[in-house]
């Protein structure tokens, strides 16, 4: 964590004791959740705008479903989506013994065939939080212009890759050319588009707030 970083994450309230057992078996199990200093990011849209309909892709074990649920109005309801069945299974632990089975739904299965389910059902949500496969986050563009409402947010985690986004793909190690590639499409897409009005936030890991232009 560099210095700013530190700093901002310094403002952080204080998670409480079933959020704290979730982050701490987050790290010591290497699940990545999202970061100290991002959390900002997402506390903040989500006590100010008060989304009642989430979408989450990518719960990992659960931890920023819970955290978004701890900043919620009553009667918001988050649906969050999870590839893998063991991490999917500890989410549902957690989501019990954080009271919060009544808010937050877990979706098991591959993202894209899920949203494209919900888009069939023709469900709408106010806030959508992208946070799982980097480099599919352009395919899942397709199913979030159907699932966003006019008015709603997208908020888009992991987006500057450590910093190696900004650098030539020449200097970005062979294996993570395609991430670095496909992150570049995305954000030219993203901050280029008429139809999408979006801004980096540099904290973290970089985040993108986005709304639909309709
Ligand atoms: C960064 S983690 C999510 C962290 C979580 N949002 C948090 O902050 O607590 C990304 C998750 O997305 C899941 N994932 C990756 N590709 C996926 C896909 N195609 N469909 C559903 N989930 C996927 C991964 O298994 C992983 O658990």
């Known amino acids: 964590m560099d210095l700013t970083d530190g700093y901002i994450s310094s403002f952080e309230p204080e998670l409480d004791i079933n959020l704290k057992e979730i982050e701490k078996y987050g790290i010591d199990n290497g699940v990545p959740i999202i970061r100290l200093s991002s959390r900002s990011v997402l506390r903040f ?18 931890f920023s479903a819970c955290y978004m649920a701890n900043y919620s109005e009553p009667g918001t309801r988050i649906k969050t989506i999870e590839k893998m069945p ?103 897409e993203m901050m280029r588009s008429d139809e999408f009005n979006s801004m980096i936030v540099p904290v973290g890991d970089g985040m993108l707030i986005s709304t639909i232009n309709r």
């Open 45 to 62: 849209l989500i006590k100010s705008r008060k989304p009642g309909r989430i979408l989450e892709i990518g719960t990992a074990i659960g």
């Open 86 to 188: 063991e991490r999917a299974k500890i989410a549902a632990e957690n989501i019990k013994k954080t009271n919060n089975s009544d808010i937050i739904s877990i979706y098991e299965g591959d993202a894209c065939e899920i949203m494209e389910k919900m888009c069939e059902e023709g469900e709408k949500f106010d806030f959508v939080f992208m946070d799982a496969a980097k480099a599919q986050y352009g395919n899942y563009l397709k199913y979030i212009r159907k699932l966003l409402v006019s008015d709603g947010i997208l908020l888009t985690d992991n987006i500057l890759q450590e910093g190696s986004v900004a650098q030539s793909k020449f200097s970005v190690a062979r294996r993570d050319r395609t991430i670095h590639q496909r992150m570049r499409e995305f954000l030219d």
